[in-house]
C-alpha cells in the first residue's frame, strides 16, 4: 500500500508543478484536464496521511509497550494501539476504492434519453415518472437539468424526452441508470383494476467536451423547420427547431426546446458529439473485458434493470438482488441508496479482478 501511495504522490508532485505553468493554463482543454487529475489524486494524498499517521501511532505505542516501564504510559500506549489497530483496516480499504483507476468519463456531464416502450399510454406516462424522478435528484445533488427535445405522449408523460445533467461527477453516478425499466402498477384507464405490466428504455451517455470529438460540419447537414408542440404561437411560426444529419454515420439530433435557433443549433451540435463519443466509448468497452462482463454498468440497453411495483409498494434492482420497500421517496427522486448500493458493487467486482 505504501509503495502505491508514493507513485500516486509522485504523479501529484508533478500536477503541482504542472498546474502553475503558463502553457497549461493558456490551454484551456489541458488545463481542465490537469485540474480534474489533481482534485481526484489530492483525495488519495489526504486520506493516505491518515493512513500513514495511523502506521506511525501504531508503531510508537508499540515501542512505548516493549521499552516503557512507567504503567501509566504504557496504558496509554496501549489505548493508542487499539484504536490505530481498529482504524488502519477502514482506511486500508477506503484507500483501495480510491485506487482504483477512475474511468475518465466519471466526471463528465450527460445527455439523458428516455423512451417509452411497451405498455401504451402508461408506457409514456412511466417515462414522464422517470423524469420526474431524475429531475428530483439531480435537484438534491445541485445538478442543473436543460431539456433538449421531447415528444409528448396522447394521455401524458413523454413518448421520448432527451435532457442534459450538468454538475460534479454526474456520468458517474447516472450511468447506472442505463437499461429497461419495468413498472407494474394499475393504469389511470384501467376499469377492472388489473395490474399491468410497463416499460421504459433509459439511456446515459457521457457528454462529449470539444475535445473528446472532432466534428468536421462538412458532414453535417443542418435542417431548420418550425418547432412543433407547447410553447405558443411564436415557437410554432419561427424556423428555431434544429435537426442535424450526420452524413457518414447516419445519426440524426433534433433540438426545439429554445425559441432561439442559435441555442437550439448549440444544443444539437453537444449532443451529436455526445452520440459520436458514444460509438468511441462503445468500442473501448468491448475492448475491455471487465467492463463487458460486469453485471452492474454493462451498457446493455436491452437488460431489465429495475421493477417498480406500486401495489407492493417495492422496488427491485435486479443487477445486485436489492429490494426497498420505498417506492414513494424512490420515484420522488430519492435513488441515493440504490445508486450507492451499484457503485459499491462495482468497485468490489474490479477489486476482486484486480486481486
Same mark, same amino acid.
Given at each position: 500500500?505504501?509503495?502505491?501511495?508514493?507513485?500516486?504522490?509522485?504523479?501529484?508532485?508533478?500536477?503541482?508543478?504542472?498546474?502553475?505553468?503558463?502553457?497549461?493554463?493558456?490551454?484551456?482543454?489541458?488545463?481542465?484536464?490537469?485540474?480534474?487529475?489533481?482534485?481526484?489524486?489530492?483525495?488519495?494524498?489526504?486520506?493516505?496521511?491518515?493512513?500513514?499517521?495511523?502506521?506511525?501511532?501504531?508503531?510508537?505505542?508499540?515501542?512505548?509497550?516493549?521499552? =516503557?516501564?512507567?504503567?501509566?504510559?504504557?496504558?496509554?500506549?496501549?489505548?493508542?494501539?487499539?484504536?490505530?489497530?481498529?482504524?488502519?483496516?477502514?482506511?486500508? =480499504?477506503?484507500?483501495?476504492?480510491?485506487?482504483?483507476?477512475?474511468?475518465?468519463?466519471?466526471?463528465?456531464?450527460?445527455? !439523458?434519453?428516455?423512451?417509452?416502450? #411497451?405498455?401504451?399510454?402508461?408506457?409514456?406516462?412511466?417515462?414522464?415518472?422517470?423524469?420526474?424522478?431524475?429531475?428530483?435528484?439531480?435537484?438534491?445533488? *445541485?445538478?442543473?437539468?436543460?431539456?433538449?427535445?421531447?415528444?409528448?405522449?396522447?394521455?401524458?408523460?413523454?413518448?421520448?424526452?432527451?435532457?442534459?445533467? /450538468?454538475?460534479?461527477?454526474?456520468?458517474?453516478?447516472?450511468?447506472?441508470?442505463?437499461?429497461?425499466?419495468?413498472?407494474?402498477?394499475?393504469?389511470? #384507464?384501467?376499469?377492472?383494476?388489473?395490474?399491468?405490466?410497463?416499460?421504459?428504455?433509459?439511456?446515459?451517455?457521457?457528454?462529449?467536451? =470539444?475535445?473528446?470529438?472532432?466534428?468536421?460540419?462538412?458532414?453535417?447537414?443542418?435542417?431548420?423547420? #418550425?418547432?412543433?408542440?407547447?410553447?405558443?404561437?411564436?415557437?410554432?411560426?419561427?424556423?428555431?427547431?434544429?435537426? @442535424?444529419?450526420?452524413?457518414?454515420?447516419?445519426?440524426? !439530433?433534433?433540438?426545439?426546446?429554445?425559441?432561439?435557433?442559435?441555442?437550439?443549433?448549440?444544443?444539437?451540435?453537444?449532443?451529436?458529439? #455526445?452520440?459520436?463519443?458514444?460509438? =468511441?466509448?462503445?468500442?473501448?468497452?468491448?475492448?475491455?473485458?471487465?467492463?463487458?462482463?460486469?453485471?452492474?454498468?454493462?451498457?446493455?440497453?436491452?437488460? *431489465?434493470?429495475?421493477?417498480?411495483?406500486?401495489?407492493?409498494?417495492?422496488?427491485?434492482?435486479?443487477?445486485?438482488?436489492?429490494?426497498?420497500?420505498? @417506492?414513494?421517496?424512490?420515484?420522488?427522486?430519492?435513488?441515493? *441508496?440504490?445508486?450507492?448500493?451499484?457503485?459499491?458493487?462495482?468497485?468490489?467486482?474490479?477489486? *476482486?479482478? /484486480?486481486?
Amino acid at each position: 500500500m505504501l509503495e502505491k501511495l508514493k507513485l500516486v504522490e509522485n504523479r501529484f508532485n508533478e500536477l503541482n508543478d504542472l498546474i502553475i505553468q503558463p502553457d497549461i493554463i493558456s490551454d484551456q482543454n489541458r488545463y481542465i484536464q490537469i485540474s480534474k487529475e489533481y482534485k481526484d489524486i489530492k483525495k488519495i494524498i489526504e486520506k493516505g496521511d491518515l493512513y500513514k499517521n495511523l502506521l506511525a501511532n501504531q508503531s510508537e505505542a508499540k515501542e512505548i509497550i516493549s521499552n =516503557e516501564d512507567d504503567q501509566e504510559m504504557i496504558e496509554m500506549a496501549e489505548m493508542q494501539l487499539e484504536e490505530a489497530e481498529n482504524e488502519i483496516p477502514k482506511v486500508e =480499504e477506503e484507500l483501495k476504492l480510491l485506487l482504483i483507476p477512475k474511468d475518465p468519463d466519471d466526471s463528465k456531464n450527460v445527455v !439523458v434519453e428516455i423512451r417509452a416502450g #411497451t405498455g401504451g399510454d402508461e408506457a409514456s406516462i412511466f417515462a414522464g415518472d422517470l423524469y420526474r424522478m431524475y429531475t428530483k435528484f439531480s435537484e438534491s445533488k *445541485k445538478w442543473s437539468v436543460n431539456l433538449v427535445d421531447l415528444s409528448e405522449g396522447t394521455s401524458g408523460g413523454y413518448k421520448e424526452i432527451i435532457f442534459e445533467v /450538468n454538475g460534479e461527477d454526474v456520468y458517474g453516478h447516472l450511468k447506472f441508470e442505463a437499461g429497461v425499466h419495468r413498472v407494474q402498477r394499475v393504469p389511470q #384507464t384501467e376499469t377492472q383494476g388489473r395490474v399491468h405490466t410497463s416499460a421504459a428504455t433509459v439511456i446515459v451517455l457521457p457528454e462529449a467536451e =470539444e475535445f473528446d470529438v472532432e466534428l468536421d460540419m462538412q458532414d453535417v447537414r443542418i435542417e431548420r423547420t #418550425t418547432s412543433t408542440g407547447p410553447g405558443g404561437q411564436s415557437v410554432n411560426t419561427t424556423y428555431s427547431a434544429i435537426r @442535424l444529419h450526420h452524413e457518414p454515420t447516419g445519426i440524426t !439530433v433534433s433540438c426545439q426546446d429554445q425559441k432561439s435557433q442559435h441555442k437550439n443549433l448549440d444544443k444539437a451540435l453537444k449532443v451529436l458529439r #455526445t452520440r459520436l463519443y458514444e460509438l =468511441e466509448v462503445e468500442k473501448r468497452r468491448q475492448e475491455d473485458s471487465l467492463k463487458r462482463k460486469s453485471m452492474v454498468s454493462s451498457g446493455d440497453r436491452s437488460a *431489465k434493470i429495475r421493477t417498480y411495483n406500486y401495489p407492493q409498494g417495492r422496488v427491485t434492482e435486479h443487477r445486485i438482488g436489492l429490494t426497498l420497500y420505498d @417506492l414513494t421517496k424512490i420515484i420522488n427522486g430519492d435513488i441515493h *441508496k440504490i445508486i450507492d448500493e451499484l457503485m459499491l458493487a462495482e468497485n468490489s467486482e474490479i477489486l *476482486k479482478a /484486480n486481486n
